[in-house]
């Protein structure tokens, strides 16, 4: 593979080579995978065993882990504050073995692999989570919810006369982390037959017999992955079904399993229940880091009408409630002092010194100390503050 990224039109300036780094860890593989195929020989043959001379498989090197774990992070965020915006649910789960997606794109080895085009990793489009999902409720499990439901939720099947659409929005799942690729092998033993078999039926070379030679074939598949599902509703009606909706998904991913080869055990999913990637601790984080952003916003907003005056308390403030204990407050009295002496001295308008003396009185210890002559000294020049 080394060799033949070599022969690669790239440029080789050292101005420009020092933004391509095509063995590093991060490389985007499913680039190399779908437009940089390395598994040609000098005629522009593929071998589909061995094509490098050493017995290796030509996607060998694909083998590891993928993508890059900030891009990650950073989408799973935009992910999840959507969902948190469109009041949706999510829903992250494990792999229990292999998983295999994509198979039926197009590739040179004719065994294609899904890949986001800028995460760098596999992923399991909508459409297959839908059809899933469509396939437990109707099949496995068509007692979770009424016929009027599955309609609002999935709309009409194909063949219907009626069309409606669903009210349910599915996103793609993404991994949540970076995700281990392997290869695994699959051994037809009737290549020809399934070759060609509806082509040439009764023929000798195109009937499923003993005498036809076993063909391993290899292609790529996911070996370890966490992925995040999520989705969100049209309406209010459908809303509230999607709490029952999310533990049907996990049923389903747990059951059935998604992608390709699942009757073989491919596929098989677990919820993530605890631990940084359960989806209700990842919400439970977005929705937080969102309120904060909001109270911020709102505090920025109310300072820029505030008086400089204003500002001087509103800071004394925030500084009272950090402190951690009385100890630290004590230490802020002679500030205290100095701003009260200061709106009595320059005159503040009434509100400023209202909100000063209420703000001490709530947040501090300045007017609670033990001598009393020092207690009834500061007391009365609250009593001034609020006149």
Not at 118 to 133: D, F, Q, R, V
Not at 252 to 262: D, E, R, Y
Not at 327 to 340: C, P, Q, T, Y
Request: some cysteine.
């Amino acid at each position: 593979m080394a060799e033949y990224l070599q022969q690669l039109p790239l440029y080789h300036a050292s101005e420009h080579a020092r933004h391509i780094n095509l063995f590093g860890k991060e490389i985007n593989k499913g680039l190399l995978f779908d437009r940089w195929f390395g598994g040609y020989d000098t005629k522009w043959k593929v071998d589909k065993l061995s094509n490098n001379g050493a017995g290796k498989h030509p996607l060998s090197w694909l083998e590891g882990e993928c993508g890059n774990q900030a891009s990650l992070e950073r989408f799973r965020i935009k992910q999840l504050s959507l969902i948190n915006q469109l009041d949706g649910s999510a829903l992250s789960a494990t792999l229990d073995w292999h998983m295999v997606t994509g198979t039926g794109e197009a590739h040179p080895l004719e065994n294609g692999f899904l890949w986001h085009h800028n995460l760098a990793t596999p992923y399991l489009p909508a459409s297959s989570i839908k059809g899933m999902l469509r396939t437990w409720l109707t099949i496995w499990a068509p007692k979770t919810f009424t016929k009027e439901e599955l309609l609002l939720l999935l709309g009409n099947e194909r063949e219907s006369d009626t069309s409606q659409i669903g009210n349910l929005i599915l996103f793609d799942a993404t991994p949540l982390n970076c995700p281990e690729l392997t290869l695994d092998i699959m051994t037809p033993h009737c290549g020809d037959w399934y070759q060609q078999g509806a082509t040439s039926p009764g023929k000798p070379n195109a009937v499923p017999a003993d005498w036809q030679s076993p063909t391993p074939i290899s292609f790529l598949a996911v070996k370890k992955a966490n992925f995040l599902f999520s989705m969100a509703a049209r309406d209010d009606k459908t809303r509230a079904l999607l709490p029952r909706v999310n533990e049907a998904l996990a049923e389903a991913l747990s059951v059935l399993g998604i992608g390709a080869k699942t009757a073989v055990g491919y596929g098989l999913m677990q919820p993530i229940r605890e631990g940084q990637f359960a989806a209700k601790n990842m919400l439970r984080d977005i929705k937080q880091q969102v309120n904060e952003r909001k109270e911020k916003r709102r505090n920025e907003i109310k300072r820029q009408s505030m008086s400089v005056n204003r500002l001087k308390v509103d800071d004394l403030e925030k500084c009272l409630q950090a402190c951690i204990d009385n100890k630290a407050k004590e230490n802020l009295n002679k500030g205290i002092a100095a701003l009260v002496h200061c709106a009595l001295d320059e005159n503040w308008v009434s509100d400023e010194r209202l909100a000063l003396s209420q703000m001490i009185k709530v947040h501090s210890l300045w007017h609670k100390v033990k001598k009393k002559e020092k207690a009834k000294e500061r007391k009365a020049l609250l009593l001034q503050l609020e006149e």
